[in-house]
C-alpha cells in the first residue's frame, strides 16, 4: 500500500466525488490541504475575498448541477465566517462540505492562535461536523461526508482538520476506493395505493412541487403523473422551476408573499393537496386554519421527520420523491386511471386568465413589476437565474417565469444578504464543461449588493461572465414595509445623495462594467447590452434600474388574503 501525505488522500477522494473546483481562501493551518492540491492536480481553485463568499460559491455550484460543493478555509474565524453559508445550505437542503483548518491538537485546550471549537460552534447548521484526530481517518471520514451530505435529506458537512494531523503520512491506494453508496429511500407500496385511491377521489386536487421535486431530479416524472391524471400542479418557490410556468396545468405559487392571486385562489378552491418534496414552510401557509382548511393533505418526504412537523397530514409517505412519483405513475397506469381535462382544470385556466397582476407600466419612476416583465421576454427558457431576499425575491415569485429545474436559484428560508453574487459564480462554475455559452443573471437590491460585494474581483479574476440586475429603490425596502404597522421609519434609508453608492463606479473599480438605467423604455436595450457585454468580456456586467422608491408589494397574514388583492388603481 503506497504510504502518502493525507492531505493527498483527501484531494483523491474529492476527485473521486466528482469535484472539480473548490472555493476558498488559504491560511496557515490548511497550507497542507493546498499543497496536497498542487501536487495531486485535478481540482481548479478560486481564491475567495471572503469565506462566507467561498460557501455561497460551493452553494450555488451544487444547485446547479446536484454534486456536492465544496468551501476551503483556515483556522479560526474562517470557519465562523462559513456558519452563514452552512445555515443556508442546511436551510435549503444543499450537499456542501466546508473543510477548515485548525490549530495545532496541544493548543487546542490552551486558547491557541485561531484556535476555536468551529465543530460545536457548526453542528446546529449542518448534518454533521467533525474534527479529524487521528490522519488514518482522513479519506474515510471525507467518504462519510459526502455520503452524508447526499443521503436522506441532503445537506452541508463540515470537516474540521489539526494542523499537525494534516501533515502527517498514511497508508492509502485511491486505485482501491471508490464513494460510499447512498441507499434510495423507496416508497411503502400500500401508502402509495392510498395516496392513489385519496387523488383520484378528489374532486379538485393539486399537486403541490416543493423542493424536493429538483432535488430528486423528479421534473420528469411529476410532468407525467401531472398529464396523465391532468392535476393541476402549484410549486413552492423552493421548487420554481419543477414544472413549465407556462403549462396549461401550472397553477401558480400560493403564500404570503411570493405568490400568484390566482394560486391563491385556487388552493382555496381545492379539495386535497398532494405534497411532495415541500415542508409547509411559514411564508407558504400563512394562517394555518385558512391554508389547512376543510381540504386533505397527502405529504410526501424524504426525511421522516418532516411528516408532521407542521401539521398532521391525512396521509404521509416517507420516500424519494422521483421514487415516489414513478411509484404513482406505474400504479395508476396499471389501473388505467388516465383521465380527460375536466371542470376544474378548466376552472383553474379561469382563475389563471382573470386574476393577474398588472406588469405593463410606462410611468417614471419604473415600477418594479416592469422590470421582470422585460426579463421575461429578454431572456430565454434556458438562462440561469439567481436571486436572494427582500421586495425581490417576492416580486421574483410573484413575476418571474421559470421553465426548468435548477434553472431558478434561490436561498429560501435563510435568506442571507449578499448571497447572489457568490451563488452566481458557483452556479456559472457548474456549467463551464456542460453548457459553456449558458447565461447566468443575478438579480439583486441596491443593498444586499453591498454585503458580498468583494467577490465580484473573483468573478474579474477568474473570468466568470454574469449579469447582474440591480433592482435599487435606495432604502430597505422590505423592512421599510415590514415597519409600517409599527407607524416607523427609522434607519432603513441608505440613500445620501441623488442615488446613493455610486454602483457603478463599484463596478468599474473590480475591472467590471455596468450601466444605470431610469426610464422603463431604456430597459431592454439596456439589458440586451449586458448580454452582449459579459460574452465579450468574459466578466460580471452590472444593469443597475432605479425603482420608485415607495415600492412595496401586495402580501398579507394568510392566504386568505387573496380577496384583497383587487388591482389597485396603479395595477400594483
Not at 325 to 336: N, T
Not at 390 to 416: E, F, S
Not at 448 to 476: R, S
Not at 491 to 520: F, L, W
Request: with cysteine; glycine share 10%; charged share 25%.
Amino acid at each position: 500500500m503506497p504510504r502518502i501525505p493525507a492531505m493527498n488522500a483527501v484531494v483523491e477522494v474529492l476527485k473521486s466525488e466528482g469535484v472539480d473546483v473548490a472555493f476558498g481562501c488559504p491560511g496557515a493551518a490548511i497550507l497542507p490541504l493546498y499543497k496536497a492540491m498542487e501536487e495531486v492536480g485535478g481540482i481548479e481553485h478560486l481564491v475567495v475575498r471572503h469565506e462566507e463568499g467561498a460557501t455561497h460559491m460551493a452553494d450555488g455550484w451544487a444547485r446547479t448541477n446536484g454534486r456536492v460543493g465544496v468551501a476551503i478555509g483556515t483556522s479560526g474565524p474562517a470557519g465562523t465566517n462559513m456558519i452563514t453559508g452552512l445555515y443556508t445550505a442546511h436551510a435549503d437542503s444543499i450537499p456542501i462540505v466546508c473543510v477548515t483548518g485548525q490549530a495545532a491538537t496541544a493548543l487546542l485546550d490552551k486558547e491557541g492562535f485561531q484556535a476555536v471549537d468551529i465543530v460545536a460552534i457548526a453542528e446546529p447548521v449542518t448534518k454533521w461536523a467533525v474534527q479529524i484526530k487521528e490522519a488514518a481517518t482522513a479519506p474515510w471520514i471525507f467518504r462519510e461526508a459526502f455520503r452524508v451530505a447526499r443521503s436522506g435529506r441532503p445537506g452541508p458537512v463540515l470537516i474540521d482538520i489539526p494542523v499537525d494531523v494534516a501533515q502527517e503520512l498514511i497508508d492509502y491506494d485511491p486505485a482501491l476506493d471508490a464513494p460510499l453508496p447512498v441507499a434510495p429511500v423507496e416508497p411503502h407500496p400500500p401508502r402509495v395505493e392510498r395516496a392513489l385511491d385519496l387523488l383520484l377521489a378528489a374532486e379538485r386536487p393539486l399537486i403541490l412541487a416543493g423542493g424536493g421535486v429538483i432535488i430528486a431530479e423528479a421534473a420528469a416524472e411529476l410532468r407525467e403523473l401531472a398529464e396523465y391524471l391532468n392535476i393541476p400542479v402549484q410549486v413552492t418557490l423552493m421548487g420554481k422551476g419543477a414544472i413549465d410556468e407556462t403549462h396549461e396545468l401550472f397553477c401558480g405559487i400560493t403564500g404570503v408573499q411570493t405568490s400568484q392571486r390566482y394560486g391563491n385562489a385556487s388552493f382555496l378552491e381545492s379539495d386535497l393537496v398532494l405534497a411532495v418534496g415541500a415542508r409547509f414552510g411559514d411564508r407558504h401557509t400563512g394562517r394555518l386554519d385558512v391554508y389547512r382548511g376543510e381540504r386533505a393533505f397527502i405529504h410526501v418526504d424524504v426525511e421522516p421527520t418532516q411528516i408532521g412537523r407542521v401539521f398532521e397530514p391525512d396521509l404521509g409517505v416517507v420516500s424519494d420523491a422521483r421514487l415516489f412519483l414513478r411509484a404513482m405513475i406505474e400504479m395508476a397506469r396499471e389501473r388505467g386511471a388516465g383521465r380527460e381535462a375536466g371542470a376544474w382544470v378548466a376552472r383553474i385556466r379561469e382563475l389563471k386568465a382573470s386574476l393577474g397582476r398588472r406588469e405593463d407600466f410606462d410611468t417614471v419612476p419604473i415600477k418594479a413589476p416592469r422590470v421582470y416583465k422585460e426579463i421575461n421576454e429578454v431572456f430565454g427558457e434556458d438562462t440561469y437565474f439567481v436571486t436572494a431576499i427582500g421586495l425581490y425575491q417576492i416580486w421574483g415569485g410573484q413575476h418571474q417565469k421559470a421553465y426548468k429545474p435548477r434553472h431558478y436559484q434561490i436561498c429560501g428560508q435563510a435568506g442571507p444578504l449578499g448571497w447572489e453574487i457568490p451563488a452566481a459564480i458557483g452556479v456559472r462554475k457548474a456549467l463551464e464543461s456542460s453548457e459553456p455559452d449558458a447565461e447566468v443573471v443575478g438579480i439583486v437590491g441596491d443593498y444586499g449588493f453591498q454585503y458580498m460585494v468583494e467577490e465580484l474581483a473573483v468573478g474579474a479574476q477568474y473570468n466568470v461572465p454574469l449579469i447582474l440586475i440591480m433592482i435599487n429603490n435606495e432604502y430597505l425596502g422590505l423592512i421599510r414595509q415590514a415597519s409600517i404597522p409599527y407607524e416607523m421609519n427609522y434607519q432603513v434609508d441608505i440613500h445620501y445623495d441623488e442615488y446613493g453608492t455610486d454602483n457603478v463606479k463599484i463596478m468599474e473599480a473590480y475591472g467590471c462594467s455596468g450601466r444605470r438605467v431610469v426610464s422603463p423604455g431604456d430597459i431592454r436595450e439596456a439589458l440586451e447590452w449586458a448580454r452582449k457585454e459579459a460574452r465579450s468580456t468574459g466578466r460580471p456586467v452590472l444593469v443597475e434600474i432605479m425603482i420608485e422608491r415607495e415600492a412595496n408589494t401586495p402580501h398579507g397574514p394568510a392566504i386568505d388574503a387573496v380577496k384583497e388583492f383587487e388591482p389597485l388603481p396603479d395595477g400594483a
